[in-house]
Nanobody
Framework: VQLQASGGGLVQAGGSLKLSCVSSTSIRGVNYMGWYRQAPGKQRELVADINIAGSTMYADSVKGRFTMSRDIATNTVQLQMNSLKPEDTGVYYC??????????WGQGTLVTVSS
């Protein structure tokens, strides 16, 4: 399984970006697809995920601003990020979590929000 993330870039505070992650295999049976981020000098943290039933969960820091979606037909998950803040800066990673806690990570895409 390979995950290919894209869509990062430089944006001003208050702006928007949309990240995409395409899986090389079907995401239909994946327990959770998630977006994580790692800011400079900080640990990687969960931003949002979507479970096998299609329910989403968001970190408190992004609730109301970020929306995660999936398209099973194209094996794609997306993260729409609105009202971006400088503290949203970091490398965003796509993750697929399978049964028995098997994890697959994408290569990361850099998001930089300027103030």
């Amino acid at each position: 399984v390979q995950l290919q993330a894209s869509g990062g870039g430089l944006v001003q505070a208050g702006g928007s970006l949309k990240l995409s992650c395409v899986s090389s295999t079907s995401i239909r049976g994946v327990n959770y697809m998630g977006w994580y981020r790692q800011a400079p000098g900080k640990q990687r943290e969960l931003v949002a995920d979507i479970n096998i039933a299609g329910s989403t969960m968001y970190a408190d820091s992004v609730k109301g601003r970020f929306t995660m979606s999936r398209d099973i037909a194209t094996n794609t998950v997306q993260l729409q990020m609105n009202s971006l803040k400088p503290e949203d800066t970091g490398v965003y990673y796509c993750n697929a979590r399978y049964a028995l806690n098997r994890n697959v990570w994408g290569q990361g895409t850099l998001v930089t929000v300027s103030s």
